[in-house]
């Protein structure tokens, strides 16, 4: 799509980014007695090592979370300030009943959800901190064993749905032309992009959302579970039947 519009004449400037903080990454990283970042590394040059064989152009930017930490929990207070977020114990989680056109994206309403997960949870529950069954993690306080960073939040990590948008904020602005990723991102990583961004610009996050279909082997989903996948670099060697 990338060359299509180039050749259509439009100037594109392409971001790419790399989720870099990960549990699965960190237990990698203690099983080989290696740090986070040498096992991002090494992912990350396999990727484009096989992208590159493919004949796909690199992108003009690779962002990583690692490398835009201060600017998730500056998007997070802004959040809080703003009254759309709060925290508990350590943790800060965004109040989805205050964004109105919440899972606008998907087509799922804040009722249709509630109602298909069977009612509510209550807050009082000692093991649920959040206010409300839908509402998602912004930070996460810092747990033994677990990465953390130091901020004026408090010792913890990012969520995964701030990482985004505090990237798409940094390289690329308030607002951007086409955001593209799987279909099976539309909910709920999508419209919570949307939510915490949303908010705070009063303008769309993206002009088009782009989603590309699964993968199927015998009309099942390629996964890792399963064990019904090969990959591209076993393609390309000819390694597989």
């Known amino acids: 799509m ?61 962002p990583r979370v690692t490398e835009h930490i201060p600017a998730i929990y500056q998007l997070i207070q802004a959040l809080e300030d703003k009254g759309y977020a709060y925290a508990v114990d350590g943790d800060v989680y965004y109040n989805v009943r205050q964004f109105a056109e919440y899972g606008k994206l998907s087509g799922r309403q804040l009722e249709q959800m509630q109602a298909r997960a069977g009612g509510r949870v209550d807050p009082n529950d000692s093991e649920f901190k959040k206010h409300y069954p839908f509402d998602f993690a912004l930070w996460k306080a810092a747990k033994p064993g677990k990465l953390a960073w130091e901020s004026l939040l408090g010792k913890g990590r990012p969520g995964w749905h701030i990482e985004c948008s505090a990237m798409i904020r940094a390289r690329l602005g308030e607002a951007i032309d086409i955001h593209g990723d799987g279909g099976d991102l539309v909910f709920p990583h999508h419209k919570n992009e949307i939510a915490q961004s949303e908010v705070l610009t009063g303008q769309p996050l993206a002009n088009y959302w782009l989603h590309n279909g699964m993968v199927t082997v015998n009309g099942e989903k390629i996964s890792k579970s399963l064990g019904n996948f090969t990959t591209i670099r076993s393609l390309l060697d000819g390694k597989t039947h």
Do not use: P
């Open 2 to 62: 990338r060359r299509y519009l180039q050749w259509r004449g439009y100037q594109v400037h392409y971001v790419q980014n790399f989720t870099d903080i990960d549990d699965k990454i960190l237990n990698r990283a203690k099983t080989e007695g290696s740090s986070m970042q040498a096992i991002a590394d090494r992912y990350i040059a396999a990727y484009l090592e096989d992208i590159r064989r493919l004949n796909i152009l690199d992108a003009d930017e690779y």
